[in-house]
């Protein structure tokens, strides 16, 4: 199943053999163990002095390599492993066995060198100071990550600039709305220029307008600051509009390491169809599923590799009443919500 | 540590990425350097707090104050009442209480901000992962985070009142020796209450959601029980609450030595030798506990940020 693929970035080999990882992780399994208490007056005792454990393993020997300049999503359903990991690599947690390197430190043991070099940052938490400015949050971080005055003069001009955030500078952080608030984290990450950055969550409850920005800006700094990049999120959409590569977990396992378009491949190539017609009727299409109607606008779906687009557009010409057609790839989202179901069937 | 990924990385790749992964310049020169850095941060954290936000900043100032008053104008009129309690004269249960009132504020002073004082918040509410992933090591940001030199200091002012006007009707001041006396004793009541604070809040490294709030109730047992004068309890109860349930070394131990009254029988040394043992039975388990924290986290945050 697995498909690691390295794009450009990922392969850094300089004459000798040797690869530098942003990111290695060998084997690594991590387990927790949850007691399990039934309500029944038999089991008080027991529940008591010898309650059950379950062992409950939320990552299962993962290996995986990154490399540095590398922007990766890292998906999986709710429970898949995919905050474990990021706190693993932050340091936070120690795997129950396995290794794992990041940027040639050990997360553990090296935390303090290694958190002048990253930035972590957990979507649904801040760390800036509630009851100050944003502005106040800055410099407190100049101070507790002792960054050189001139550098942090320039990140922080520079941070200002590129997340437009002028006008937030002086505002309290219990003021900010939401995506004010993401902004300004993400601004206060950078302030000590990250050579990795990995971002939990970091699109959750964004509106549109702020999501976009928050896209641009993260793309913007892979691209020109070469910062590797891992987030997850459960916004397929999102994920697949930063991330070159996609590294997808199932029930604690890598499922899937590779390119977007080889994850489509694996459901076979998926393409829908929109159909706009003079009824409100949605015409019959042999070659494809119906998915849905609205408005005189109809939407299908329909495996390439088994029904080739030419065919399925000689198809649409002999139906009546066709006033308009658009065919695209299918939304991610669809793509590994079927996978997701065929996982769990086994 | 981070020449190692240096030394792992190909040459050519070196020279390319040389700034980025070199590590950054003027880094921590010494423990000492960082603490007084950290401080100072903290103090003016708490300044601008103050200049910015100064109603709120004063009402917190003027409720801690009439708190504590509340606190100690129990004990004082019993013992305007009754001529002096628990072998101790007024005048000695005042210089008791305004010691307790220092005690107070020094640990509001230093350890009053973002519950460095009450851990079992800390480690009940996730909010370690904040601390660890700051460039600092675990207890360099505890002893510093919570430093609020302005906002904090009504309380120790106060204190510092009401023992020194003690103190001046007792006759006790003059003396270098006794002085330096009274500063070793604040700082080692201090350390047992905090010591105290860490054995039991780091329970929450287990029960993260049943023990959230165990450090605040350790601290509610001083906070009942030190203002007494403990003369008047039989000798065994004197010495419980001078070592199981310390409650005694927090200020009538070391106000009754300094007095030169008998306190069960305890050298003055005794509060010295406690604060140092429970403070390496407090880095003790905290140390174990974050071990446990390492291999289970805290499990406070759902997916979508809601705290369970």
Redesign the interface.
């Known amino acids: 199943m697995q498909n690691t693929v390295h794009n450009d970035t990922a392969t850094m080999v300089t004459g000798a053999d040797t690869i530098h990882s942003a990111i290695s992780m060998t084997d690594v399994t991590k387990q927790y163990s949850q007691w399990q208490r039934s309500g029944k007056a038999r089991d008080l005792l027991k529940n008591l002095l010898h309650p059950e454990k379950k062992v409950v393993t939320a990552l299962d020997a993962v290996s995986l390599e990154i490399a540095p300049g590398e922007f990766v999503a890292y998906a999986g359903a709710n429970g898949a492993g995919k905050s474990t990991t990021l706190k693993i690599l932050s340091g936070i947690l120690q795997p129950s066995s396995g290794g794992v390197r990041v940027l040639g430190l050990d997360p553990v043991r090296d935390r303090i060198p290694l958190m002048h070099r990253i930035g972590v940052l957990f979507g649904q938490r801040t760390e800036m100071w509630w009851d100050h400015p944003v502005a106040s949050s800055f410099d407190w971080k100049a101070t507790v990550w002792n960054i050189p005055k001139e550098e942090y003069t320039r990140m922080r001009e520079l941070v200002v600039e590129l997340l437009d955030m002028g006008d937030l500078m002086h505002t309290f952080a219990r003021e900010l709305s939401l995506g004010q608030r993401m902004r300004a984290d993400l601004g206060l990450m950078l302030l000590h220029s990250p050579e990795l950055i990995l971002l939990d969550e970091p699109t959750l409850g964004l509106d549109v307008l702020a999501k976009r920005h928050m896209i641009e800006f993260l793309k913007r700094i892979n691209k020109e600051n070469g910062t590797t990049i891992v987030v997850t999120s459960h916004d397929m959409d999102d994920l697949e509009e930063m991330a070159q590569r996609i590294i997808l977990l199932s029930e604690g396992r890598i499922a899937f390491d590779g390119g977007f378009d080889a994850l489509r491949d694996l459901t076979g190539s998926l393409r829908h169809i929109i159909l706009t017609t003079e009824s409100d009727e949605a015409p019959m299409l042999r070659s494809a599923t119906w998915l849905s109607s609205g408005e005189n606008v109809h939407e299908y779906a329909f495996d390439a590799n088994s029904i080739p687009v030419p065919a399925m557009l000689a198809e649409i010409s002999t139906l009546r009443g066709v006033v308009d057609m658009e065919t695209r790839k299918a939304p991610i989202e669809r793509v590994i919500a079927g996978l997701y179901r065929q996982w769990r069937a086994g | 540590?981070?020449d190692?990924?240096?030394a792992?990385?190909?040459?050519?790749?070196l020279q390319n990425?040389a700034k980025?992964?070199s590590?950054?310049?003027?880094?921590?020169s010494g423990v000492f350097s960082l603490l007084f850095?950290?401080w100072r941060?903290s103090a003016r954290?708490d300044m601008?707090?103050l200049l910015?936000?100064t109603r709120t900043c004063l009402l917190v100032m003027t409720s801690d104050l009439i708190g504590n008053a509340a606190g100690m104008a129990g004990i004082l009129l019993l013992s305007a009442r009754f001529d002096g309690i628990g072998g101790m004269s007024q005048d000695q249960v005042l210089f008791m209480l305004g010691y307790a009132a220092c005690i107070d504020g020094l640990f509001m002073l230093f350890f009053g901000m973002v519950n460095t004082g009450y851990i079992s918040r800390v480690i009940g509410r996730g909010q370690?992962?904040?601390m660890?992933?700051?460039?600092?090591?675990l207890p360099v940001q505890l002893l510093t985070a919570g430093f609020i030199p302005f906002s904090g200091s009504s309380l120790l002012i106060c204190g510092l009142g009401v023992t020194g006007y003690a103190a001046a009707r007792l006759d006790m001041w003059g003396n270098p020796t006794w002085v330096l006396g009274m500063g070793i004793n604040l700082a080692a009541s201090v350390a047992v209450i905090l010591a105290f604070s860490y054995i039991i809040g780091s329970s929450a490294f287990y029960a993260p959601v049943a023990g959230e709030e165990v450090s605040s109730a350790a601290i509610a047992f001083f906070d009942v029980t030190k203002r007494f004068p403990l003369g008047g309890l039989p000798l065994p109860m004197q010495v419980v609450f001078c070592t199981v349930l310390p409650a005694g070394l927090v200020a009538w131990l070391p106000t009754a030595r300094l007095m030169n009254l008998p306190a069960a029988g305890l050298p003055a040394f005794f509060l010295v030798l406690s604060a140092l043992v429970l403070g390496t039975i407090a880095t003790f388990v905290f140390r174990k506990g974050l071990k446990q924290y390492?291999?289970?986290?805290s499990q406070r945050?759902s997916?979508?940020?809601h705290r369970r």
């Open positions: 540590m981070a190692k990924a240096y792992a990385a190909p040459e050519s790749e990425n980025r992964f590590p950054p310049s003027g880094r921590h850095r950290l941060l954290m601008l707090w910015r936000d370690l992962d904040h660890l992933i700051q460039p600092v090591p390492a291999k289970y986290g945050y997916d979508h940020g």
